[in-house]
């Protein structure tokens, strides 16, 4: 029995290949731009990841200084800035002038800190001890539809960020009383 008739070739033609390219770089070039535009033009993630960053600054320098820092809250004009705590009543306006400002569109709905309630205006200080602990209180970023809940925890390093509208409770008390 001779196999010369029969000639199977298991595989892809040049041309099926190349369209293969050729669609799969379509899809590509259409795309890419789309997912880089939303990951780094992202105004209230870029704010987030700003205030994050601060937290984190900050509680570095309290413990490896030995002071207090404070990370200071605009709820009015959506913005803030940070300071030490033995920083003169001048500095601090000086400070202030310089204040980090956050995008249009993006405000801080509330904040909370026991055993205070919500507050919606006004301006808030979360304070960074030399300790490494940090006071507790809940930030509600918003910008339209969106919101993005950062909890400052006093025990934990890091800030929690979580991209909803998180209604934390601080402990038993606060529970009980629906806070």
């Known amino acids: 029995m001779s196999t010369v008739g029969k000639v199977t070739e298991r595989g892809y033609t040049l041309i099926e290949l190349s369209v293969v390219v050729l669609l799969i770089g379509m899809m590509l070039f259409l795309a890419v731009p789309r997912v880089r535009d939303s990951l780094l033009n992202d105004d209230l993630k870029a704010t987030t990841r700003q205030i994050v960053g601060a937290a984190t600054e900050i509680r570095n320098e309290a413990v490896r200084e030995q002071v207090d820092y404070l990370l200071h809250l605009d709820l009015a004009q959506p913005g803030f800035w940070t300071y030490s705590a033995d920083t003169t009543a001048e500095k601090r306006a000086e400070i202030r002038k310089g204040a980090v400002r956050f995008p249009d569109g993006i405000r801080i709905a509330d904040v909370r800190q026991p055993p205070e309630a919500r507050k919606t205006e006004g301006e808030v200080v979360i304070r960074f001890f030399r300790k490494g602990y940090v006071s507790p209180a809940v930030v509600h970023l918003v910008k339209e539809d969106r919101t ?6 006093p025990f934990l390093q890091a800030v929690s960020v979580y991209e909803k509208y998180v209604d934390f409770t601080f402990n038993e ?3 009980a009383s629906g806070l």
């Open 148 to 153: 993005f809940t950062l909890v400052f925890n």
């Open 173 to 175: 008390d606060d529970r």
